[in-house]
């Protein structure tokens, strides 16, 4: 059964850019069409690792949404 | 992957279940913080997405630079720091430069200098670029303590530490060291070595420039700070010797990839993308001249003040009025250097807050009363208590000097939100200094006559009532400078200025004056009956003390005069202007969302609440708009008004320009009066408060 999209919101969530950019940060909205806004971002790019703050991550942009999987059980 | 699990699919899937279009959030985010994100993929948001060159991504501040590059870099650099000074930010000048970038990373990691390398050039270099990242970080913290944060200054420092930790003079002795260096190169031409030997110089005397808030002048001494006013003409001297020169052949030579907005994307950024600023070689040398100007007549005017009048001019004239001519550095320097963090005014040891309240109030009202002797000749516990209240009282009175001095520090805008703020401060302290004095009158009859007949003088709540009323026509007239206002408001801006004007000067007049004339009076009384001759001495001190409070409230009163005057007949003009419908005042255009009522109690509502003088209604503003106007009476006053201000003994220059520039609007509205145009908009005129009508 598909979780509700509220259940997500203040994870943890890993999302891979198609661009191969990684963001690591806390999912805070979410929109009917899955555009995301992420608080408290990293960006990771190769070797190098920075703050961006609050970013929004359009749905075209998303390769891939990664989640702890201890932390996804427990969301169950 | 290991212990992540992939949820793309099932994120998607479940925004399925949204209904009605709605966004999901969390109950800890308020969306208007959203459009504060940055948005990753699009190319105007992302400084992810921002495209380096191979020689940008792989420059190396360790390289080794010749002295033409030096040079070229040292020049960038200054006009960096004067870019990021003119409303942008550090991202997008400063550390725009590898170097200063390097050098605020490395410290991050070793909490040392960084030196690019070993020969005389890399060493000159580092001194330069650590001595101008030294210099950021001391405008940072001048930026946090006294400015505002994207109004006088913006940082965004992208999570650096610029040098904060490392001492000035570590960096100055650096500086030193590299002018000796340039100077005692033999490989290098001697007019480069020049060239360069003056770009540390003035690097030198920026890093220094800080030194005027630390400086401890003893008010009213003369003492001219000789060392520190060399430093500022020798950093004049430097700017108009480097402004001759040509730097267009020496940035030439500037490597590839050493300014570019590699920062952006490299470093923690919660901002855009922003193109790379940096104003003409010409302005950077101007402001940078304009600078260490403003801050020599800062130190030459403050420690050449002669006396409490003085001062109160100076920070009236030279401070106040004159604040958004001054560059973003002196601003910041001069608040703290006005008051430090000891209470201390111009770090005097001796001159303090508390000092300098007693002396405002003495230099108003409080001069040879009782309150200012603190003889109650009252039995020891009631004296006790007195003294307790009276404590309370002047505390209070010393916030209001901190806040009157912040006031005049800020920018012209913020002073008017300040004001504003300490108007219910003001009229609080106006009631409790009215009740203190009264009931010591009731209680032990402490009290100093007005004048001949039985009034209190109330020298305390005086002094108060007269700074709240000139606060409050300061706000009003401000909102004209500050192009506040509406075209249609203009009237009611004049009209109650010139009420508050009217209280002003009754207050002035049958009050201040009526009672340190009377105060003159009596000691020149006493004296005629005193035969000792030390006695006298002390009475004639007294007597030229009140001889200078009168001086300066004679000066005060005849600002005052003229601003009555002159609201008076700007208010008999426009009031023309509506009756022959040249002009609306009392109704809003057709497509204003306000009605005009609800604007003018909008307008006035900071004075609601004061309690004297009493707030004018929209029923008093309507029927002033009826009052017949007398043209020919406004004409012979207007023309009247060059021959009866001469502004003699007026010493503050910047005093006399101000008196000036009114009495040049009385003459451009006399040419006014001479239109029968419709009114259409304000103009710049002579003085800030009247501009021209067109």
């Known amino acids: ?76 | 992957m290991e212990g992540f699990i992939d949820i793309t699919s099932e994120i998607f899937d479940s925004v399925n279940q949204i209904a009605n279009n709605k966004v999901v959030q969390s109950p800890l985010f308020d969306l208007l913080e959203g459009a504060r994100a940055i948005e990753v993929s699009n190319k105007k948001l992302d400084t992810g997405l921002i495209e380096l060159t191979e020689e940008e991504l792989n420059f190396n501040c360790y390289g080794k630079v010749n002295i033409k590059q030096c040079i070229g870099i040292l020049n960038k650099l200054l006009r960096s720091l004067m870019s990021w000074l003119d409303h942008s930010s550090i991202p997008v000048t400063l550390l725009s430069c590898r170097y200063v970038q390097e050098v605020v990373e490395q410290y991050l990691k070793t909490s040392k200098m960084t030196e690019f390398g070993d020969d005389g050039f890399s060493r000159i270099l580092s001194s330069a670029v650590n001595g101008v990242v030294k210099f950021i970080g001391i405008m940072i913290t001048v930026g946090n303590t006294v400015l505002y944060e994207e109004e006088d200054i913006t940082t965004r420092a992208l999570d650096m530490n610029f040098l904060n930790e490392i001492l000035i003079d570590e960096v100055i002795e650096n500086l030193e060291r590299s002018i000796k260096i340039t100077n005692d190169l033999v490989s290098a031409d001697d007019s480069h070595k020049l060239i360069l030997t003056h770009q540390l110089k003035l690097i030198l005397s920026i890093v220094q420039s800080p030194i005027l808030f630390n400086l401890q002048i003893e008010l009213f001494q003369g003492n001219p700070y000789e060392f520190f006013n060399i430093i500022l003409e020798n950093a004049i001297d430097t700017v108009k010797y480097l402004n001759k020169i040509n730097f267009e052949e020496f940035e030439k030579e500037v490597p590839v990839g050493c300014f570019s907005k590699y920062c952006q994307k490299k470093l923690n950024n919660h901002n855009i993308p922003g193109e790379l600023y940096m104003i003409s070689q010409e302005s950077t040398m101007k402001n940078l001249e304009d600078i260490f100007q403003q801050l020599k007549s800062i130190l030459i005017k403050s420690t050449s003040l002669k006396n409490i009048a003085c001062l109160e001019n100076w920070l009236d004239y030279d401070v106040q009025l004159q604040i958004n001519k001054y560059h973003v550095i002196t601003r910041g320097f001069l608040q703290l250097y006005l008051i430090r963090d000891d209470q201390s005014i111009l770090g005097s040891p001796t001159f303090k807050l508390s000092h300098l309240s007693l002396e405002l109030m003495n230099n108003c009202t409080l001069a040879n009363t009782v309150y200012s002797s603190r003889n109650w000749n009252i039995n020891i516990n009631d004296c006790k208590k007195l003294d307790e209240d009276y404590n309370k009282i002047l505390n209070d009175l010393d916030i209001i000097a901190y806040q009157l001095i912040i006031i005049k520090c800020n920018n012209r805008c913020r002073q008017r939100q300040l004001i504003n703020k300490n108007l219910i401060l003001l009229d609080s302290l106006q009631v409790n200094c009215e009740n203190f004095e009264i009931s010591n009158y009731n209680q032990f009859k402490i009290n100093d006559k007005l004048s001949d007949t039985e009034e209190l003088s109330l020298p305390l709540t005086s002094f108060v009532y007269f700074k709240k009323l000139q606060l409050m026509i300061d706000f009003l007239l401000l909102g004209i400078e500050l192009e506040l206002y509406n075209l249609v408001e203009i009237y009611s801006i004049y009209w109650y200025s010139n009420y508050l004007l009217k209280h002003l000067l009754n207050h002035f007049s049958t009050r201040i004056i009526t009672f340190n004339n009377n105060k003159l009076v009596r000691l020149n009384n006493k004296r005629k009956k005193l035969k000792n001759a030390s006695q006298k001495i002390q009475i004639d001190m007294k007597r030229q003390q009140l001889i200078d409070v009168i001086k300066h409230n004679q000066q005060q009163l005849a600002h005052y005069q003229l601003l009555y005057r002159l609201t008076d007949n700007v208010t008999k003009i426009l009031r023309n202007h509506h009756i022959e419908g040249r002009a609306n005042f009392s109704e809003v255009p057709k497509d204003f969302l306000i009605n005009f009522e609800k604007m003018f109690r909008l307008r006035f509502k900071p004075f609601e609440s004061i309690g004297v003088p009493k707030s004018l209604t929209f029923d008093e503003y309507l029927i002033s708009l009826k009052e017949p106007v007398s043209l020919d009476a406004v004409i012979k006053d207007l023309e009247s008004i060059k021959q009866d201000y001469k502004f003699e003994g007026v010493e503050n220059q910047n005093q006399l320009e101000w008196m000036r520039s009114l009495v040049k609007s009385s003459l451009m509205y006399l040419l006014h009066l001479n239109s029968d145009q419709e009114l259409r908009s304000l103009t710049e005129g002579y003085n800030p408060y009247f501009p021209n009508f067109k």
């Open chain 1, 1 to 76: 059964m598909t979780l509700s999209p509220d259940k997500f919101i203040g994870s943890q969530l890993k999302i891979q850019l198609k661009d191969k950019r990684d963001l690591y940060g806390v999912l805070t909205v979410i929109d009917p069409f899955g555009n995301l806004l992420v608080s408290n971002v990293k960006e990771s790019r190769d070797e190098d690792v920075r703050e961006i703050g609050l970013v929004s991550v359009p749905k075209d942009a998303i390769d891939k949404i990664f989640i702890d999987s201890r932390y996804y059980n427990s969301l169950k």
